[in-house]
């Protein structure tokens, strides 16, 4: 019952900034949180970064300083600006969404993903 549309991932160069979009749509009642996971060939989905309805953000290390996370409430839509990108940045970039639907039901859903790419 609810969807994600992610957009903004694309090549880029070492040093270079991407802004990742992520609408939540569908039977959604609240949303507890909502962020951003990637993922590299061979590696682990790992976090990125998340807001949480409180407004609290947290941020993987290797990110810090670099990668800002904030939301839309009125439109369900969550960003990722990335800055300073680095080619270890590269993966697969995929948005997540924890909700409360109009079930009442707390599910946590995936977008697609969208590939990043950070090559010279």
């Known amino acids: 019952q609810v969807q994600l549309a992610e957009s903004g991932g694309g090549l880029v160069q070492p040093g270079g900034s991407l802004r990742l979009s992520c609408a939540a749509s569908g039977s959604i009642l609240i949303i507890n949180a909502m962020g951003w996971y990637r993922q590299a060939p061979g590696k682990e989905r790992e976090l990125v970064a998340q807001i949480i309805s409180d407004g609290t953000t947290d941020y993987t290390d290797s990110v810090k300083g670099r990668f800002t996370i904030s939301r839309d409430s009125a439109k369900n839509t969550v960003y990722l600006q990335m800055n300073s990108l680095k080619p270890e940045d590269t993966a697969v970039y995929y948005c997540?969404?924890?909700?409360?639907?109009?079930?009442?039901?707390?599910?946590?859903?995936w977008g697609q993903g969208t590939q990043v790419t950070v090559s010279s």
């Open positions: 997540n969404v924890d909700v409360v639907t109009t079930r009442f039901a707390t599910w946590n859903y």
